[in-house]
C-alpha cells in the first residue's frame, strides 16, 4: 500500500501503550503531508519531519522532546556526510510486516548537494506494540565503495538548532557503562549549576525525572556489528541537553587518571579504532525510542523489543541454587583456605538444610582453581559425591582470554591446541598482543573467529562433561568483543561482530557437548549481545560488605555499590534472561576480608531478592558462626521459595549519583505483593511512603508481615491511601502483603 505525497489525513494504525499502563490497543492516527513537513501523531509522540531541513523532531507525551535531528556517517573518503547537508528532502510511507511486527514504515530520503551519495532514514512505527525504531543508511550511486567506522540515526546537535528537553522537577541523564568491569558503576547524573552533566553511556541512556520516575529510553536493538554509544552534552539550563548523539563505532580506552565513571573504565577498554563496515549501501545501528510516565515500563518496551529481534534463552526448571568456592579460596585456590578433602564437607551442610536442597537444583560451583589442584579427577570425585546427596556440580571457564605469564604469549602454545598463543591473541595497532588485564600474569585476549579458539573452548566443555557439569560460569567475556588490527576470518570487521559470532558458536558448542539443559551464568561481560546465558551479573563481584567506604573492607564490590547499579536494570530480568545474577553472599567473611554484620547479611539478601537474583552463597561453613546463620537464612522456607523462581521489584526510589548514602524504595506486585527498602547512610534514618496509587493496590485490607519470620508488623487498612515506613541507618526491610479477606 503506497500513500500518496500530499496534504492527506491517513488511518495510521499505531498500537501505543497508554500513559495509564493498560494494555495496547488499536487506535486509529492522523499522518499529515505538507509542503515542507509530514506530521504523524501516534498516542505518545508527535513526529515531525521538516523537508526544508532535512531534520526531524520528536515531541512525546510525557514532556520529553528532541528537536532538530539529523542523521550522519562520516565516510573515510567524503567525510561527514549528514542528513541536513542534502538538497532535497522527501517522505514516502508504506504498510510493512516482518518478523519484528507490522506498521508504517516512514522513509525519509535525503539527496542532491552531495556528489554520488543518498541517506536515507528509516521509522517504523508498529501497530501491536509501542515504541518507535529509527535507523539510517548510506547509498553509493556511482559504484564507489564506502566505509564507515562511524554512523549515528539520530544526532541532536548545535549546528542544526537541536535540542533535547527533559522534563520534570529532578532531570537525570542515566550514563552506562559498556560492561560490568571494574566495579565501574551506572551514573544517574544530574545538573549541578557549575558542571552540567556530559560523557558517552553505552548502547542506551535514559533521560527522566527522579522525582516521578518519568522517562525516556532510547537505545541500539542490533548487537551484530556496531558497538553502540550514546554521546550527550547538557546545557546549563537545568533539563536540556545541547547534544545527543547515538553511533555505532565506540571506541574508547581506560585512562586511569579519570574517575572510573567520567571516562576512566566505563568505556569498551579498546587500544584499536572501531572496524569499519564497507560497501555500496552501510547502514546504522537500528534503535528503539519511547518515553512513558513510568521509566520502568519503557524500559520493558525497550528489552521487549531487543526479544522480537534477537530472542532470548528460557529456562523451565526452578532457579538453581548454588554455592560457589570464590569466596573462600580466592583466585586459583593458591591460599589454601579449602582444600579438595574440606569441600565435601560443604556438600554435607548444603544437604542438611532441607528447604535449601528441597528444589533439587543445587549447584557446587568450583571457581577459578589451580588446575594442578583440582584436576579433572578431582573434579569428578566432588561431583559423584555431590550427587549422593541429590547436587550438581558447576564448571568454570574463561571463553575469549588467556591468563598467563607475559613471557608464554610468545612462547607457549594455547591450551587443548597446537596453535602458538600469539597466533590466536589480538592484536594492536602495532601488531602486538593486546593485553586485556595487565600484570607478570596477565590476561589476553583471543580472537573468537579462530579456529585455536574454537578449540580450546571444545577441550574445556569435554572437561565440563567429564565431571558432569550442569551450571557454567564463563567470565571475562568482555576480552572477545575489543577491536583489534587482524582476525582469523577476514570477513569479521569489528569487536562486537566477533564477539557475537563467538558467543553463538559457545551456545551452540554447549548445546552438541553438554546437552541443551545447561545453566549458563555470565560474569564479566558486555551486556549486549544477552540472548546466549540465562542469567548475567547486574555488576562486578560482590563481597557482601555493606559500603565501599568502610575500614577494613575493600574499596569496591559492597552491596551498596553493587545496587546503584542492579537498581537500574531490574527491568530485564524475564525479558533478557530468566532471572539475574548479583553474585554470592557471604554468611560471615568474604576471603580474607573483615567480618560482616549479621544485620549486613540480611541487607544483603534483601538486595538480591528486590533485584530477582538467583540465589549464590560463598560462605565457609566450616566456621560455627558462619553456619549458625547459614541455617537461619539459607534455610528459610519464604527465602527458598522465593528464589525458585525469583522476580525482580518494581523501582519506587532510585540510586541518584554515586554516593553511597543512596536510601531506595519498590514493591513486587502480584496476589501477595512485597515490599523492600535498603538504607544505606550510616546516619540518617529513612522515611517513605507506600501509596496503593502508585502501586495499585486494591482498595481492601492488607497484613503487612514480615517477609523472614511472617510476623504481622501491621494493618495497612483499606480507607488509608498511604503506608508510611520507617526504615534505620545500616539496614533494609522487606515485607509482605497479605489480603484480609
Not at 526452578?318 to 569466596?327: C, E, R
Request: glycine fraction near 8%; include cysteine; aromatic fraction near 12%.
Amino acid at each position: 500500500m503506497r500513500i500518496p505525497l500530499k496534504k492527506i489525513k491517513s488511518r495510521l494504525l499505531c498500537c501505543c501503550l497508554l500513559l495509564s499502563g493498560s494494555y495496547p490497543v488499536i487506535i486509529a492516527q492522523d499522518v499529515q503531508q505538507y509542503r515542507d513537513s509530514a506530521v504523524m501523531h501516534t498516542t505518545t509522540c508527535r513526529i515531525t519531519l521538516n523537508k526544508a531541513s532535512g531534520t526531524i523532531s520528536y515531541r512525546f507525551a510525557n514532556g520529553t522532546a528532541l528537536l532538530n535531528t539529523t542523521a550522519l556517517f562520516k565516510d573515510k573518503k567524503k567525510g561527514t556526510v549528514s542528513s541536513s547537508g542534502f538538497a532535497r528532502h522527501s517522505v514516502s510511507l508504506n504498510a510493512f510486516g516482518d518478523k519484528t511486527g507490522k506498521g508504517l514504515r516512514v522513509i525519509f530520503k535525503h539527496e542532491g548537494g552531495i556528489t554520488g551519495l543518498t541517506l536515507t532514514q528509516e521509522l517504523r512505527i508498529y501497530k501491536d506494540r509501542p515504541g518507535l525504531l529509527l535507523t539510517a543508511a548510506l547509498q553509493s550511486l556511482n559504484g564507489a565503495v564506502l566505509e564507515s567506522n562511524y554512523s549515528s540515526p539520530l544526532a541532536v546537535l548545535p549546528e542544526t538548532s537541536g535540542s533535547v528537553h527533559i522534563p520534570g522537577n529532578m532531570p537525570r541523564v542515566l550514563d552506562v557503562p559498556f560492561d560490568n568491569d571494574n566495579w565501574v558503576k551506572i551514573l544517574a547524573a544530574g545538573w549541578e549549576p557549575s558542571h552540567p552533566p556530559s560523557g558517552t553511556s553505552y548502547e542506551f541512556i535514559s533521560l527522566y525525572d527522579q522525582e516521578q520516575l518519568s522517562g525516556f529510553v532510547m537505545g541500539a536493538v542490533d548487537h551484530d556489528f556496531w558497538k553502540t554509544g550514546i554521546r550527550y552534552g547538557a546545557s546549563v539550563s537545568k533539563g536540556w541537553l545541547d547534544s545527543l548523539v547515538i553511533f555505532g563505532g565506540a571506541s574508547t580506552p581506560d585512562n586511569s587518571t579519570l574517575p572510573a565513571e567520567y571516562g576512566g573504565y566505563d568505556g569498551t577498554h579498546d587500544v584499536v579504532a572501531h572496524g569499519a563496515m564497507k560497501g555500496m549501501h552501510i547502514v546504522a545501528p537500528l534503535v528503539f525510542m519511547d518515553a512513558s510516565l513510568s521509566r520502568t515500563m519503557a524500559f520493558e518496551h525497550y528489552a521487549h523489543a531487543n526479544v522480537q529481534l534477537n530472542g532470548a534463552l528460557q529456562w523451565k526448571h526452578p532457579a538453581p541454587f548454588y554455592w560457589n568456592s570464590f569466596g573462600v579460596e580466592g583466585v586459583l585456590g593458591y591460599e589454601k583456605r579449602m582444600m579438595p578433602a574440606d569441600v565435601p564437607k560443604i556438600v554435607d551442610y548444603l544437604a542438611a538444610l532441607p528447604n535449601f536442597s528441597r528444589q533439587r537444583s543445587t549447584v557446587l560451583s568450583i571457581d577459578s582453581y589451580d588446575q594442578g589442584i583440582y584436576t579433572k579427577d578431582v573434579l569428578h570425585s566432588i561431583g559423584s559425591y555431590a550427587a549422593q546427596h541429590r547436587q550438581r556440580l558447576g564448571f568454570y571457564f574463561i571463553p575469549f582470554a588467556v591468563w598467563t605469564w607475559k613471557s608464554s604469549v610468545e612462547t607457549g602454545k594455547l591450551q587443548y591446541t597446537e596453535t602458538p598463543i600469539r597466533e590466536v591473541t589480538l592484536k594492536d595497532n602495532s601488531g602486538r598482543t593486546i593485553v586485556y588485564k595487565n600484570g607478570d600474569f596477565g590476561a589476553f585476549p583471543l580472537d573468537p573467529t579462530h579456529p585455536a579458539t574454537r578449540l580450546r573452548i571444545i577441550g574445556e566443555l569435554q572437561k565440563a562433561k567429564a565431571i558432569n557439569a550442569k551450571f557454567l560460569k564463563i567470565d571475562f567475556l568482555s576480552a572477545g568483543a575489543l577491536e583489534s588490527t587482524t582476525r582469523f576470518d577476514p570477513k569479521v570487521h569489528t569487536g562486537m561482530q566477533a564477539y557475537n559470532r563467538g558467543m553463538k558458536m559457545l551456545k551452540s558448542l554447549i548445546d552438541s557437548i553438554l546437552g541443551p539443559d545447561i545453566f549458563i551464568t555470565q560474569a564479566i561481560s558486555p551486556l549486549f549481545p544477552y540472548q546466549y546465558a540465562h542469567t548475567r551479573f547486574l555488576s562486578t563481584d560482590i563481597y557482601s560488605h555493606f559500603r565501599d567506604d568502610l575500614p577494613g573492607f575493600p574499596h569496591y564490590g559492597s552491596t551498596a555499590s553493587s545496587m546503584i547499579s542492579a537498581s537500574h536494570l531490574g527491568w530485564a530480568q524475564g525479558v533478557f534472561w530468566p532471572y539475574t545474577n548479583m553474585d554470592v553472599v557471604v554468611m560471615k567473611n568474604f576471603q580474607k576480608n573483615a567480618d560482616i554484620p549479621e544485620q549486613d547479611v540480611r541487607t544483603r539478601l534483601i538486595s538480591m531478592i528486590t533485584m530477582g537474583s538467583i540465589l549464590g552463597d560463598g560462605t565457609d561453613f566450616r566456621d560455627s558462626i558462619a553456619a549458625a546463620r547459614g541455617r537461619t537464612y539459607l534455610n528459610n522456607a519464604s527465602l527458598c521459595r522465593f528464589f525458585s523462581h525469583p522476580r525482580a521489584f518494581h523501582p519506587l526510589k532510585l540510586p541518584d549519583g554515586l554516593s553511597q548514602d543512596q536510601q531506595l524504595s519498590f514493591y513486587l506486585p502480584g496476589d501477595t505483593l512485597l515490599l523492600s527498602t535498603l538504607n544505606f547512610s550510616l546516619s540518617q534514618d529513612f522515611n517513605t511512603v507506600f501509596s496503593r496509587k502508585q502501586m495499585r493496590l486494591q482498595n481492601r485490607n492488607y497484613n503487612v508481615t514480615d517477609f523472614f519470620t511472617g510476623r504481622t508488623i501491621a494493618t495497612w487498612k483499606k480507607e488509608q491511601e498511604t503506608f508510611p515506613v520507617n526504615t534505620s541507618a545500616r539496614d533494609a526491610q522487606l515485607f509482605q502483603l497479605i489480603p484480609i479477606h
